[in-house]
Each structure stands twice: as C-alpha cells, then as structure tokens.
C-alpha cells in the first residue's frame, strides 16, 4: 500500500485495509485516506468494518450476487449469522502427539538495526496447550511466530526448539 500511495494513483482500490490494525493504527489510516480524497485521488475501499474515513460518500454492499446502492452506512447489513460448517476429516480427531514440547525459545533476541523488537525470550508450548498472542502493531508477534515458522532470517542464529529437536539450517546437495 505505501507503494500505491508513493505513486500518487488517481484511483485507490484497496481491500480490508484496517485488518491488523489497532484503534490508532486506524485513525491514522483514515486521516491518510481522507488526504489523499482531498488531492482528488478516488478511493474504493473493501470492507466488512465499521470503520471508514470521512471521505467516503459513497455505500454499497453484495446482496445474493448483485451490487445493492446505499444511502449511508447506517442502510449496510451487519451482523448476519455466519453457518457453522463442518470440520474437515483430518481436524475432526485430535492429532497424535510426537514430543511433550511442541515449541521451546530461549534467550530470543531479534533486532533491526538499533531497535530490538525481541528481548530475552524464553517461551515454551507444551503439547496440548492453547495460546493466545497479542500485543500491539509492531509489538513482535509476526516476528515470534515468522521465528516458529522459519521464515525469518534470524530463525537459524536462534536457540529454538520445534518438537524436541533444534531448528537447524538444512543444506541441500545438488544430485
């Protein structure tokens, strides 16, 4: 998006843009948009929140397959019921459990230059445990979890243990 805005468009169309964000977070993204609305850029924003910059004049929402105008956001449909569906066959039974420990971290430190995002973590998730994470943007959840995953650079330079075993960097050899 910061590209999309660098390029000055005439036209924005973006989708669910306050996904992620925290109260301020949004705020800010409305003032943004309603600047831009002021140079005379366009906006097309895809939402199912509450939330919407001032700017916007314009409501409309997807009623069985047809585009439905709207007077004002106050006329939108909200809170219709979602269906529970069925789980899938392979999540209807619990998983067999390989290791006691599915994650352990020890001192985890993660910086970007001078600013450190992770201090000294120690964490653990046994088996059968549920967690839930949070903090605020730019807190370092993404970067925990990117960690977990393997997607970060500084995944191997870490002390970080996926069911029992270290998290090592794996060198594939050509035939």
């Known amino acids: 998006m ?6 000055q468009p005439q036209l924005l169309i973006i989708d669910q843009p306050y996904t992620g964000l925290d109260v301020q977070s949004r705020k800010d993204l409305n003032q943004v948009f ?3 609305a002021e140079k005379g850029v366009s906006l097309l924003l895809i939402s199912n929140d509450d939330e919407q910059p001032d700017c916007i004049n314009r409501f409309a929402e ?17 809170g219709i019921p979602r269906k529970r569906k069925e789980l899938p066959y392979f999540l209807q039974q619990s998983p067999k459990v ?5 994650v352990k971290m020890k001192q985890i430190h993660i910086s970007y230059g001078e600013k450190q995002v992770l201090k000294n973590i120690d964490w653990e998730v046994k088996a059968g445990e549920k967690w839930l994470l949070q903090g605020h943007n730019g807190s370092g959840k993404s970067t925990l979890l990117s960690l977990i995953n393997g997607d970060h650079p500084q995944a191997y330079a870490n002390d970080i243990y996926l069911l029992v075993k270290k998290r090592i960097r ?5 035939n």
């Not at 910061?2 to 390029?7: E, F, R, S, T």
């Not at 390989?98 to 599915?102: G, L, V, W």
């Open 62 to 78: 997807i009623q069985d397959g047809k585009i439905v105008i709207r007077q004002n956001s106050g006329e939108i449909s909200k």
């Open 2 to 7: 910061v590209k999309a805005l660098w390029l």
């Open 98 to 102: 390989s290791a006691p420990i599915m």
């Open 34 to 36: 309603d600047q831009l």
């Open 170 to 174: 794996r060198k594939y050899l050509g």
